[in-house]
T-cell receptor, first 112, second 114 residues
Framework: GNSVTQMEGPVTLSEEAFLTINCTYTATGYPSLFWYVQYPGEGLQLLLKATKADDKGSNKGFEATYRKETTSFHLEKGSVQVSDSAVYFCSPGGGSARQLTFGSGTQLTVLP | DTGVSQDPRHKITKRGQNVTFRCDPISEHNRLYWYRQTLGQGPEFLTYFQNEAQLEKSRLLSDRFSAERPKGSFSTLEIQRTEQGDSAMYLC????????????FGSGTRLTVV
């Protein structure tokens, strides 16, 4: 099955700092790659996705590029805001597995 | 469509009682998934339906857990003889039948077993 390794948290940044959250995955077949965000007490919301190698997903200033050669999908944002404070989950999905597979997530706290 | 709906949002039950949760997926989505999430952890896959057929079950899904999707629309997850270790957030997600289909999650049901 699929698996994912994410950068350990928690990550604490000041507002307007640059963010990188590393994500590497293992999968059989050709998965799509997703980043989800979870706010306290809520379900997961899709942040961005990429469906094939070298695709770049982007949304709300966040970006991630599907790197098949390094099996990575690192999340970046040039200038974080306090409202970005949440838990971020990287996940491979599809390919030979129907369901998404999650790691422990990365807790991000942005301080004003 | 208002997305994936889960009911109830919160459930407190005494140990040994049975509980049932409901999930209403996005109407066009024929795939439905149940996950369990404990504090500080990522969601763990429990089971998956394509239409009304339950195609995959995790080893996490003990005999006390049963899920149904009788008409290929809403789904229920029942836990019999609840234990304190069942306390968690139970998340439902749905997706279209497409390799790159987005998975849409509900807000979850928070179960507390006392």
């Amino acid at each position: 099955g699929n698996s994912v390794t994410q950068m350990e948290g928690p990550v604490t940044l000041s507002e307007e700092a640059f963010l990188t959250i590393n994500c590497t995955y293992t999968a059989t077949g050709y998965p799509s790659l997703f980043w989800y965000v979870q706010y306290p007490g809520e379900g997961l919301q899709l942040l961005l996705k990429a469906t094939k190698a070298d695709d770049k997903g982007s949304n709300k200033g966040f970006e991630a590029t599907y790197r098949k050669e390094t099996t990575s999908f690192h999340l970046e944002k040039g200038s974080v805001q306090v409202s970005d404070s949440a838990v971020y989950f990287c996940s491979p999905g599809g390919g030979s597995a129907r369901q998404l597979t999650f790691g422990s997530g990365t807790q991000l706290t942005v301080l004003p | 469509d208002t997305g994936v709906s889960q009911d109830p949002r919160h459930k407190i039950t005494k140990r040994g009682q049975n509980v049932t949760f409901r999930c209403d997926p996005i109407s066009e989505h024929n795939r439905l998934y149940w996950y369990r999430q404990t504090l500080g952890q990522g969601p763990e896959f429990l089971t998956y339906f394509q239409n009304e057929a339950q195609l995959e079950k995790s080893r996490l899904l003990s005999d006390r857990f049963s899920a149904e999707r009788p008409k290929g629309s809403f789904s229920t997850l029942e836990i019999q003889r609840t234990e304190q270790g069942d306390s968690a957030m139970y998340l439902c997600a749905s997706s279209a039948d497409s390799p790159s289909g987005d998975y849409t999650f509900g807000s979850g049901t928070r179960l507390t077993v006392v």
